[in-house]
């Protein structure tokens, strides 16, 4: 790649995103793995060719029996999330200023992102009914609203805004994924532990990919890109199942006590959210960034002291100690 900014007119992607065509081409195998080389929910789940089969799933249900009320109102959120998938491969397809071939880069990558997501959504729905813990149809009923509903999160179609809010959203989920798989082995349920984890695993992964296009960006049209850094972190990152809801409810109402559940066991918190941040500042180098115009310097140094601000914030948060309880389980 070049060292210098192209010079591109200002808010124009299309002549940035034809420059990262081959990069995406090129460096796509480094954060996708070969499918006869990956793992399939068929590899943790149990076989029903056996003649174990009914004995793996009272084990299966005994271990599940030991997890907390919250872990399993949180593990839930987490499967809704990842079923919503949908969405968030037909929000992909519409991000402007991309080469949409099919065997273009973009295209190629969002496809092949959906099918290594698309495992961890199965996996978790095939734990979740085999458990016996879980109202199925109510679980179900959420999943159909999140779909329908769709979401908001504030990118737009802008390529910049996209890739920002991807490495954060994959960087956030795997945070997720990591601590449920700690708590689910804390409490025994080491089968469940094991999902979360490779789960946990792949969403690195997809992070660093998504992380990647963003610093690959901000070497041919450094101000732009800042701008839209600091743009989605005014508006705030929000996850993706913002509007989730139970049968009944009004929209966003069951993200709110799910969100609280994962607070409660900190599985995801205010403090991560700043972590977060720092993580990717220090990852896009954004204190040594050059060719930046006055917008983009005043953007850089926004972002430069939000987390002290967020953090200063997030000592003062109150989280409901009340455990809600959710149609979802039993």
């Given at each position: 790649?070049?060292?210098?900014?192209?010079?591109?007119?200002?808010?124009?992607?299309?002549?940035v995103?034809?420059?990262?065509?081959?990069?995406?081409l090129?460096?796509?195998?480094?954060y996708?793995?070969?499918?006869?080389?990956?793992?399939?929910?068929?590899?943790?789940?149990?076989?029903?060719?056996?003649?174990?089969?009914?004995?793996?799933?009272?084990?299966?249900?005994?271990?599940a029996?030991?997890?907390?009320?919250?872990?399993?109102?949180?593990?839930i959120?987490?499967?809704?999330?990842?079923?919503?998938?949908p969405?968030?491969?037909?929000?992909?397809t519409?991000?402007?200023?991309?080469?949409?071939?099919?065997q273009?880069g973009?295209?190629?990558w969002v496809?092949?992102?959906?099918a290594e997501?698309?495992?961890?959504?199965d996996?978790?729905?095939?734990?979740?009914?085999?458990?016996?813990?879980?109202?199925?149809?109510?679980?179900?009923i959420?999943?159909?609203?999140?779909?329908?509903d769709?979401?908001?999160?504030?990118?737009?179609?802008?390529?910049?805004?996209?890739?920002?809010?991807?490495?954060?959203q994959?960087?956030?989920t795997?945070?997720?994924?990591?601590?449920?798989a700690?708590?689910?082995?804390?409490?025994?349920?080491k089968?469940?532990?094991?999902?979360?984890?490779?789960?946990?695993?792949?969403?690195?992964?997809?992070a660093?990919?998504?992380?990647?296009f963003?610093?690959?960006?901000f070497?041919?049209?450094?101000?732009?890109?800042?701008?839209a850094?600091?743009?989605?972190?005014?508006?705030?990152?929000?996850?993706?199942?913002?509007?989730?809801r139970?049968?009944?409810?009004?929209?966003?109402d069951?993200?709110?006590?799910?969100?609280?559940?994962a607070?409660?066991l900190e599985?995801y918190?205010?403090?991560?959210?700043?972590?977060?941040?720092?993580?990717?500042?220090?990852?896009?180098?954004?204190d040594?960034?050059?060719?930046?115009?006055?917008?983009?310097?005043k953007?850089?140094?926004?972002?430069?002291?939000?987390?002290?601000?967020?953090?200063?914030?997030?000592?003062?948060?109150?989280?409901p100690?009340?455990?809600?309880?959710?149609?979802?389980i039993?």
């Open positions: 790649m070049q060292e210098q900014p192209l010079n591109i007119p200002e808010g124009s992607r299309k002549e995103m034809a420059y990262l065509e081959p990069f995406m090129n460096e796509m195998s480094e996708l793995k070969p499918v006869e080389e990956m793992w399939q929910p068929a590899d943790f789940l149990p076989d029903a060719s056996r003649d174990t089969f009914f004995e793996e799933i009272r084990d299966l249900q005994e271990s029996k030991e997890l907390p009320y919250d872990l399993v109102a949180v593990l959120g987490d499967t809704v999330t990842e079923e919503a998938l969405t968030y491969e037909s929000w992909l519409m991000v402007d200023d991309v080469d949409k071939n099919e273009g973009w295209m190629r496809r092949a992102w959906t997501e698309n495992r961890h959504g996996l978790l729905n095939k734990y979740l009914y085999l458990s016996g813990r879980i109202d199925m149809r109510q679980f179900e959420s999943l159909q609203y999140l779909i329908k769709g979401f908001d999160i504030g990118t737009g179609a802008d390529p910049y805004r996209n890739f920002v809010y991807t490495s954060f994959e960087l956030a795997n945070v997720s994924h990591r601590r449920v700690a708590l689910s082995k804390k409490s025994g349920d089968l469940l532990a094991k999902m979360c984890g490779v789960i946990a695993s792949d969403e690195a992964r997809h660093k990919a998504y992380m990647s963003i610093s690959q960006a070497v041919v049209d450094p101000s732009e890109v800042m701008l850094f600091e743009d989605m972190m005014k508006k705030k990152i929000v996850m993706p199942a913002q509007f989730l139970e049968s009944g409810e009004p929209q966003g069951a993200f709110a006590h799910f969100s609280d559940a607070q409660r599985v918190t205010a403090i991560d959210y700043v972590d977060i941040l720092k993580e990717l500042i220090k990852e896009w180098k954004i040594q960034i050059s060719g930046l115009n006055e917008k983009g310097e953007a850089r140094d926004y972002l430069m002291k939000l987390p002290d601000r967020l953090l200063r914030l997030a000592d003062r948060m109150k989280i100690e009340k455990q809600y309880n959710f149609k979802w039993y």
